[in-house]
């Protein structure tokens, strides 16, 4: 059984597949209707409106409705486009057992506890027919596929057949037979009002107990039942009788539902007894069977064209097929192999003939899994998989020569046992057996050679003389001749592997993942799927064409992917050849689609740069749409994207985004929106282009920034046109902000006059020294009730700089070799240069002038229509007939050999602003592979990667703390002008060789730093504050991986402080465990003492250890262990204590050597050397099994393997890592 898809939900009670789309519908216990789509495995919606379980439901064929029926006795018929519940048929008086639509007439036939079965007309939403008969409740009733017939199930042990020939006759129409039919069927019962609607044409009698479910035959004249007398029954009727065939036998609890294979002859079932089982239906015996631990199967349903099947359970719906549908075929050069039918085929794509090449001998049921074919010898591998992996097999044929198409040779066969079998040389082949031992076979199937390898569960053809050996987690390129390992690629679990025509890529494939590389094995790309991948091909050109379920894809070597087109049922790429996709489908037909191809060769002459094909399909191809722009936005070519676009909106930002402001600024006058024209007014400004930057300030109306413009670039002129318009817009400030830009003191004195503020125009008069308007204010004060104010004796003149030179050219930029598109565009299009177009536009142009009211919308202020400048006046020249440029190069006399050479930038370049450079955070993670690097450079999640890989590292909380203060002190920060954000500096460490791409970052953190920590954490273990010394300790462990050193000294002592770091960590966490230990019982007494004494062992300072022996000692010696005690005693004295500790432990030495035996027995041996398990806390001996922490290398039992390390918290327990790096010299060859 191969499970498609798999829901969690409530008790599924019915099931119902749509019969175009990817749809299933299940009715739940409690009483939620869901729909399913089955292919993108998503939940599309929920119908709630039943009250109690919902037990029937079917999708009507044609029309978007569905059908449900519950124990709330309602039947209700749904549309799920509207998502609502149309009408409620209401008549039955207990639970709806089932209910189904006919597949022609608008009819639905329901059965309920109520002991009836009803026939509904959904159009008229009246009850058409009751049908009664059965005297206990009806479990499930259904219409023939084909005939006038109905079959119900009952609780009564009976299985009744129904003719409704009547109902049709009376309901439908009289039928093309007329009164001829009647004539034929004379023994129709006749009631007292003519024919009656549906008789009982059969009563199937046989089951013990009550009928669950029946089922009629797509096309034979055959039903099947099953019973909660556990068995399932088959029945052949015909126009006069029925009666019983046979019994299947099996299942052992009640059968709850059970059908046909519509394709094949076989029969499901399933039961309470939590199975499926499939039944041959000539032989009636099992086949296969399913079966699910926890959960009781309630309802089976086939899908009406498809080769699946859905079955619901106690705690969902599983949708599965019984076999694989996938062909098994092999391409070589023109000529497709394929197996059908037990036939092994050829197909010629050049000629398009088809022919039968060799009959496959054994009739075995399962289908050919794949095949491998051998051009050299003509020869073929045919391997098949049962449903125990372990009893599968492969067939070696030679293939004819010369066959009739007609009649094909059956060749004798060599047939063995294997997993796999695939050629790796003209003469050898590769077969995977049951023990997973890759042996090497010749063409008369014998064994020339075995390889042992580990952990393979499958091979592939890598080319010749080498495999590809799959495991779980990756696939290794395997050297059979030199029996090595090449190379390896993590992907896990890989179906299947397709190489490029020339071998230089492959593209192994797994369920939802595609990973592509080249011939020597190095992962180029991965690609994500939601969907199940189906198959490949390779282009001519290097793109890899795959399948998903419902697409045809293509995938770049660099990783960009996209859809090429639906599909409506999954294929099998066998070739692409310039638009045509060959193919086989499900029902192993060769096919041919038709592709669009343009998209992908479009992308890969991009990534080729080949950017005459690029200009080409520019020009010529059909290439529009959102993803292309994207696309060309993300590659940095938005100067291409240009010429796809012509909506003015997205040209705009496209413009923009390259700095094509000539683009800009005529996407920006088609769209006048005010946005647009900050927009672009901001990048011109970044660009230097104040000539535009002047206009789009106009468009709107920021007389502000445009009076600032003016000030920096020295236009004086116009800044007195800008005062002059402030005054006209009654714009005090900014009037006055005008004249202090210009310097007009005069201007800034009558304004302030006509505000009323005569004592800031008496001092602003005065300051600058204007008699006149001084006297005239002084008059105007009553010097009885107002002050005069005093004149600042020191107070300086207010006068800006007088410009040096006036700006009257756009700031230059640095000249860049113009693009290939910018050159090739511009060519097609004959325009003339960006800047002189600009220059052109901005100097020539009426709007793009100063005066029109239009621009300006003097209007809208009040001065009405044109009554202000006109564009001569704010221009600030005369313009008529010509004259106010008299150039005066009439009379030039030039010598006519002159040449004047090109114009820089005419053609070949322009002016562009440059673009942006790497950061020296991304320099600093290209250069280095410590992870305290990529912390500084603030790239976390490549520098959690490297932990992990390094050291082992899964869970990061305890690093959040380090990284942030690594972080912190990264980079220098420093005010250049007040007001603008801080400026920041990289240090390096390698400043004097750094430059620009070659930096690393200065590190903070250096060892003897680590090494003066360690010593505050002895000072807290010695003061016995275990908990802040482990914290200490755990800190300086933690801080190693983030060092940097630079020589092998500074490594050793580096490991040997983690070392350190985890014998004290080990210790006092023990010690703290042991004082927490209950100590009531003499159990808990010993395991006291075995703990204090594993204590001793630990490779801790002298004077840590001496309080170690001190507790261990008196522990002993207090449960009479005098002879352990006694060595306690000795280790101690040895160390040289205080005289006081000396003189105590020799009396205890004394009293212990008096009596030298030990009363209790303990898990402790001190002459047996042993390492100590971090989270058990016992003693793993020399020899015995032990997983190690890769940061720590603290020691665990192996049923810790795969936990977090208790000493780190931080690493995962038994991990393979590369090891610990932290200086540069450990990463050179």
Known sequence: MLTKFETKSA????????????????????????????????????????????????????????????????????????????????????????????????????????????????????????LTGHSHYVMSATFHPSEDLIASASLDQTVRV???????????????????????????????????????KHVLEGHDRGVNWVSFHPNLPLIVSGADDRQIKLWRMNEAKAWEVDTCRGHYNNVSCVLFHPRQELILSNSEDKSIRVWDMSKRTGVQTFRRENDRFWVLQAHPTLNIFAAGHDSGMVIFKLERERPAYAVHNNILYYVKDRYLRKLDFTTSKDTAVMQLRGGSRMPVYSMSYNPAENGVLICTKTSNVENSTYDLYAIPKNSDSQNPDAPEGKRSSGLTAVWVARNRFAVLDRSHTIVIKNLKNEITKKIQVSDCDDIFYAGTGCLLLRNAESVTLYDVQQKRSL?????????????????????????????????????????????????????????FVYTTSNHIKYALTNGDHGIIRTLDLPIYITRIKGTKVYCLDREVRPRVLEIDPTEFQFKLALVNRKYDEVLHMVRSANLVGQSIIAYLQKKGYPEVALHFVKDEKTRFGLALECGNLEIALEAARALDDKECWESLGEIALLQGNHQIVEMAYQRTKNFDKLSFLYLITGNLEKMRKMMKIAEIRKDTSGHFQNALYLGDVSERVKLLKQCGQKSLAYLTAA?????EETEELKGQFDLEKEKLPDVYPGAMLLQPPVPVSRQETNWPLLTVQKGFFEGAMKTKSGKGGAQAKMALEVDDTETAGWGDDDDLRLDDDGLGGGGGFDDEALVGGDTEDGAGWDVGDEDLELPPDLDAG???????????????????????????????????????????????????????????????????????????????????????????????????????????????????????????????????????????????????????????????????????TMENKRKELPKNTLEQQK??????????????????????????????????????????????????PRPDVAQQTRKILQACEKNPTDLHELKYDEHNPFDMCAASYVPIYRGKPVVKCPLSGACYLPEFKGQVCRVTQATEIGKDCIGLRISPIQFRS
């Not at 022609?104 to 009850?127: F, M």
């Not at 049709?168 to 009656?196: C, E, M, W, Y």
């Not at 300051?767 to 008699?771: I, P, R, S």
């Not at 620009?996 to 003897?1008: E, R, S």
């Open 767 to 771: 300051t600058h020294n204007l008699e």
């Open 1087 to 1136: 395991r006291l003492c075995e703990m204090a004494a594993y204590f001793t062992h630990s490779n801790v300072q002298p004077v840590h250890l001496i309080l170690t022996l001190r507790t261990a000692q008196n522990l002993f010696f207090k449960l009479k262990n005098f002879k352990t005690a006694a060595t306690f005693a000795r280790r101690l004295l040895e160390l040289g």
């Open 162 to 200: 129904w003719d409704m020939s009547g109902l049709r006759k009376k309901n439908i129409s009289p039928g093309a037979g007329g009164l001829d039919d009647h004539v034929r069927n004379p023994n129709q019962q006749i009631d007292l009002f003519g024919t009656s609607d549906a008789i009982v």
């Open 902 to 1068: 090109r114009v820089a930038g005419e053609d070949e370049g322009y002016y562009v602003p440059p673009s942006k450079g790497t950061t020296q955070q991304q320099v600093w993670c290209n250069n280095s592979q410590l992870p305290v690097d990529h912390v500084l450079a603030g790239s976390f999640e490549t520098a959690t990667r490297l932990l992990h890989d390094q050291v082992g590292v899964v869970s990061f909380d305890v690093y959040k703390q380090l990284f942030l203060q690594t972080y912190s002190r990264s980079r220098t920060s420093y005010v250049a002008l007040p007001s603008l954000p801080p400026l920041f500096g990289c240090p390096h460490r390698n400043w004097k060789e750094a430059g620009v791409k070659h930096g690393v970052p200065a590190v903070g953190l250096k060892l003897n730093d680590l090494v003066e920590r360690l010593q505050t954490a002895y000072q807290f273990t010695t003061q016995g504050k275990f908990a802040d010394a482990i914290d200490r300790f755990r800190s300086i462990l933690l801080s190693v991986p983030l060092l940097v050193v630079n020589n092998k000294q500074e490594v050793t002592e580096a490991q040997q402080l983690i070392e350190i770091c985890r014998e004290y960590i080990v210790g006092l």
């Open 487 to 543: 190379a390896n690629v993590k992907i896990a679990k890989v179906k299947y592997v397709v190489w490029s025509g020339d071998m230089s890529h492959v593209a192994l494939l797994s369920k939802h993942v595609i990973a592509i590389c080249n011939r020597k094995f190095d992962n180029l790309c991965t690609i994500h799927e939601n969907i199940r991948v189906k198959s490949g091909a390779w282009d001519e050109s290097g793109v």
């Open 11 to 130: 008790r599924v009670k019915g099931l119902s597949f749509h019969s175009k789309r990817p749809w299933v519908l299940t009715s739940l216990h409690n009483g939620i209707i869901q729909l399913w789509d089955y292919r993108m495995c998503t939940l599309i919606d929920k119908f709630d409106e039943h009250d109690g379980p919902v037990r029937g439901v079917c999708f009507h064929g044609q029309q978007p409705l569905f059908v449900s029926g519950g124990d709330d006795y309602k039947i209700k018929v749904w549309n799920y486009k509207q998502r609502r519940c149309l009408f409620t048929l209401l008549g039955h008086l207990d639970y709806i057992r089932t209910t189904v639509f006919h597949h022609e007439y608008p009819w639905i036939l329901s059965a309920s506890d109520d002991q009836t079965i009803r026939i509904w007309n959904w159009q008229s939403r009246n009850c058409a027919c009751v």
